[in-house]
C-alpha cells in the first residue's frame, strides 16, 4: 500500500490549504483514514480521521478550523485546513488503517510540510 501526500506549502496567517492523500488501492478498503502531523521538537498528533462509514474525529483544538474529506471514486483523503495558525506549521502524514481477523495494520505516507508565516 501506498500513500501519496501533497498540497502543503507556505501560506500566511489566516490562510487555507488543501491536503490530498491518494492510495494505491481502493480506500473504502480501509478501516480508517486520518491525517497526522508533527511539529519540530514534538510528538506526531492526530488531526482527523475518517472511517469507512464517513464518521469523522477530529483533535479538540482543530475543531471547526480543519475538515477531512473523502473521495472513493479516486481513492483520495482530503484535509481542508483554513484561518491556518503559525502553530499549524507541522509535516502532515496520512495514514489508513486496515483490519485483519485480529490484527489491525497501519501505513503511512511520506508527509508534507505545511509552514505557516505570522
Known amino acids: 500500500v501506498q500513500l501519496q501526500a501533497s498540497g502543503g506549502g507556505l501560506v500566511q496567517a489566516g490562510g487555507s490549504l488543501r491536503l490530498s492523500c491518494a492510495a494505491s488501492?481502493?480506500?473504502?478498503?480501509?478501516?480508517?483514514m486520518g491525517w497526522y502531523r508533527q511539529a519540530p521538537g514534538k510528538e506526531r498528533e492526530l488531526v482527523a480521521s475518517?472511517?469507512?462509514?464517513?464518521?469523522?474525529e477530529y483533535a479538540e483544538s482543530l475543531k471547526g478550523r480543519f475538515t477531512i474529506s473523502r473521495d472513493n471514486a479516486k481513492n483520495t483523503v482530503y484535509l481542508q485546513m483554513n484561518s491556518l495558525k503559525p502553530e499549524d506549521t507541522a509535516v502532515y502524514y496520512c495514514?489508513?488503517?486496515?483490519?485483519?481477523?485480529?490484527?489491525?495494520?497501519?501505513?503511512w505516507g511520506q508527509g508534507t510540510l505545511v509552514t505557516v508565516s505570522s
Open positions: 495514514n489508513a488503517s486496515s483490519l485483519v481477523g485480529d490484527y489491525e495494520f497501519y501505513y
Open positions: 488501492r481502493r480506500i473504502f478498503e480501509f478501516a480508517s
Open positions: 475518517i472511517t469507512r462509514s464517513g464518521r469523522t
